[in-house]
T-cell receptor, first 115, second 112 residues
């Protein structure tokens, strides 16, 4: 079975631009979470979506938004990019349902560089 | 917000040695998760702990959920070169969502 897939693998953008990152969860998983990982740190929670609805949000500005589609894939959008947005963006999928952080499976990430 | 402190920050060991690392929290956790991340990849779940005092093994890896529910430990026995990577502890962020709070990681380096 395919794991969590993310696209693109790498991306270079300029300050002020907008970016869209994509994630496809493991087949049968209904929940997708997004994380930002800057160099030398652990992943930091941005959003969680379950059944197309936002279930949770971390401490990120409104420039960050996301959505989940009927096939449970997800997009993360970041507007007005700043240099500090340069990071590895990770998507994690889980079966979902009642709040339960167990068994989240991560994709390989999208490396975003803002210049 | 919740914070997880991992120690040590990095470890340089010889192949075959046992490894111990730990994670402490400023608040009580109901779940502890241990992940390993290798360069260019996302974190991979190693062990999940759901009950205070629980001791769980996955091959040469053993993790324990501390009795106080504010700490957890991960041990690796007889380390091999493929154990190299960054080990993260994580727990639920709370607030009704499934988001995880991660520590800053323990970087394991093995000298042959």
């Amino acid at each position: 079975d395919a794991g969590v897939t993310q696209s693109p693998t790498h991306l270079i953008k300029t300050r002020g631009q907008h970016v869209t990152l994509r994630c496809s969860p493991i087949s049968g998983h209904k929940s997708v979470s997004w994380y930002q990982q800057v160099l030398g740190q652990g992943p930091q929670f941005i959003f969680q979506y379950y059944e197309k609805e936002e279930r949770g949000r971390g401490n990120f500005p409104d420039r960050f938004s996301a959505r989940q589609f009927p096939n449970y894939s997800s997009e993360l959008n970041v507007n007005a990019l700043l240099l500090g947005d340069s990071a590895l963006y990770l998507c994690a999928s889980s079966v979902g349902g009642a709040p339960d952080p167990r068994e989240q499976y991560f994709g390989p990430g999208t490396r975003l560089t803002v210049t | 917000g919740q914070q997880l402190n991992q120690s040590p920050q990095s470890m340089f060991i010889q192949e075959g040695e046992d490894v111990s690392m730990n994670c402490t929290s400023s608040s009580i956790f109901n779940t502890w998760l241990w992940y390993k991340q290798e360069p260019g990849e996302g974190p991979v779940l190693l062990i999940a702990l759901y009950k205070a005092g629980e001791l769980t093994s996955n091959g040469r890896l053993t993790a324990q959920f501390g009795i106080t529910r504010k700490d957890s430990f991960l041990n690796i026995s007889a380390s091999i070169p493929s154990d190299v990577g960054i080990y993260f502890c994580a727990g639920p962020s709370g607030g009704g969502a499934d988001g995880l709070t991660f520590g800053k990681g323990t970087h394991l380096i093995i000298q042959p």
